[in-house]
């Protein structure tokens, strides 16, 4: 068990039932990082990982894990990031991992988990350098979180596309999931005096102005 396959085929083999071992997890997490820098899962490693568990990486899973580590930064995983989420999971292997992915998945049905992984979401995924998220990262992220959850999201990803708006800030993005689970589908519960960010006071007024096209 020398070379780095062996270690490979023992992570995919091992029984589900094993105890955790912290040194059999940072074994693991090194397969997916180079020898300049051992402590870093990046990029091509991730995309290593994700191939092995067999999951896409833009898959919402992968946002679970992540928010299950609290890694700061998407395509990253610090040693200390992947420990922290594994070692909560009781998961060193391959087959640990994969047998823990329905029951990442089913986190995101209770509502305030949810509400914990949409908002780590947000700093996850905007670039470090910039205070607020870039549209069109904004519109993939609410796609992965929403499009399959809200019934106006096709609508407001077109208001996004067609508006004046470049980035979306924090208050912005908590509002969006607040307005998508109070706000009835037909608007009759909008109030027009209420404290919603102007984002989404002109995504009504266009979500009206166009329904009253259709009509004519």
């Not at 990029?43 to 919402?60: A, Q, T, Y």
């Not at 992965?144 to 924090?170: A, D, M, P």
């Amino acid at each position: 068990m020398g070379d780095r396959s062996g270690v490979r085929r023992f992570s995919k083999t091992e029984d589900t039932s094993s105890p955790f071992n912290q040194k059999r997890c940072i074994t693991w997490f090194r397969e997916y990082t180079s020898p300049d820098d051992p402590d870093v899962l990046g990029p091509e490693g991730m995309e290593k990982f994700c191939e092995d568990i067999g999951v896409e990486p833009e898959n919402v899973v992968m946002l679970v894990l992540a928010w299950k580590m609290n890694a700061r930064q998407m395509g990253f995983f610090t040693q200390q990031e992947w420990l922290r989420g594994l070692m909560d999971l009781q998961c060193d292997s391959i087959s640990k991992v994969q047998s823990k992915l329905d029951y990442l998945r089913l986190l995101l049905n209770d509502q305030v988990t949810f509400k914990s992984i949409y908002r780590y979401a947000y700093d996850f995924a905007r670039d470090k350098d910039q205070r607020s998220m870039d549209i069109e990262t904004a519109k993939a992220m609410l796609q992965l979180l929403l499009g399959k959850h809200w019934t106006l999201f096709g609508q407001f990803n077109n208001f996004l596309e067609r508006s004046k708006y470049k980035v979306i800030n924090k208050d912005q993005w908590c509002n969006i999931l607040e307005f998508s689970r109070t706000i009835a589908n037909d608007l009759s519960n909008y109030d027009v005096d209420g404290a919603w960010p102007v984002m989404l006071d002109e995504f009504v007024e266009w979500l009206k102005a166009s329904k009253d096209v259709r009509r004519s």
